[in-house]
């Protein structure tokens, strides 16, 4: 067993901050620990220490500056641990749902953090393991401090928070296309993307969308839908319906509006519509989604009353 000799910790310790949708971990270890797989996205931080990290792709020795990203579904492991400090956040993708353009136009951040749960395209990398370095690891540790802060202080729905972490993955992204040895990038095609686009407004001013109908902004529609699921491994329909879910998401997690208001809003014929296409994304209906992830009863209360 290694002793924990930069903290004076003789003993393994977690200690935890905020809640859903962005969560923050700090894992002081002298003893080998299993991360088990998860259905949410998570990125680790090696703040200190040195241990070798297993998981189904082999084995590697990491040490502190080195960067974790773990996509859903599978499970790591750190071995023989050496005063290791972890800092781990996990959040719920769909929170930054309207943050679309800042994410696909980062196609670094986007094919990073996002490929699983934003677009559920296929990922032949569910991994990656990468080191940061120089001022970026400085400012990656400082991110997470304030990130931290903000937790602690029950701030996980405010605006700042999220900003933080968008700011925390554009900062990964960066190095991971710099230090990692794999193929990060991910292209976006004008034709791809002018579907993206198009599919962006019609769920923002609740409209359905029509594949047929959408206008071909002086591409050949063949063209749009190759670029398009070669992009995304979805038909336009199939991500229009996931797009629409994931507004409706991000508004069950920090608002306090009924499924029929959410219905119409954003363009669903029934209550019932909603619910059902919400289930096929999230395997939840959006009242318990809303109760698992989303504002308290009580917290939703002070919000009517401060109205």
Not at 131 to 156: P, V
Not at 251 to 278: H, Y
Request: proline residues 6%.
């Amino acid at each position: 067993m290694a002793l924990f000799s930069k903290t004076g910790i003789a003993e393994s310790r977690i200690e935890n901050s905020g809640r859903w949708p962005v969560r923050l971990t700090r894992f002081q270890l002298i003893d080998e620990y299993e991360f088990p797989a998860t259905n949410f996205p998570e990125i680790f931080f090696v703040e200190a220490g040195t241990f070798v990290h297993e998981s189904e792709a082999g084995a590697q020795s990491v040490r502190e500056g080195a960067a974790v990203m773990a996509n859903p579904g599978h499970r790591h492991t750190v071995k023989r641990p050496d005063g290791v400090v972890l800092t781990r956040v996990r959040y719920l993708p769909e929170w930054f749902a309207l943050d679309y353009e800042l994410v696909a136009r980062s196609p670094d951040l986007l094919g990073l953090f996002f490929d699983q749960s934003w677009f559920r395209r296929p990922c032949d990398e569910s991994i990656h393991v990468f080191t940061t370095r120089g001022e970026n690891a400085a400012r990656i540790r400082s991110e997470l401090q304030y990130l931290q802060g903000l937790l602690r202080e029950k701030r996980h729905f405010e605006p700042v928070v999220r900003v933080s972490m968008l700011k925390l993955l554009a900062l990964l992204a960066d190095e991971h296309r710099r230090f990692w040895r794999g193929v990060p990038d991910l292209e976006i095609l004008p034709e791809a993307a002018h579907a993206l686009d198009h599919i962006e407004a019609c769920v923002h001013r609740g409209e359905p969308f029509t594949p047929g109908k959408m206008p071909r902004g002086g591409h050949e529609r063949e063209a749009v839908e190759k670029a398009f699921g070669d992009l995304t491994g979805l038909s336009l329909a199939d991500y229009a319906l996931r797009r629409r879910a994931f507004h409706a998401a991000f508004r069950l997690l920090t608002g306090r509006e009924e499924p029929r208001r959410l219905a119409k809003v954003l363009g669903w014929s029934s209550p019932g519509e909603l619910s059902e296409q919400f289930e096929a994304v999230f395997d939840l209906p959006p009242t318990v989604y809303r109760e698992r992830f989303g504002l308290s009863a009580a917290e939703r209360k002070e919000e009517v009353e401060e109205d």
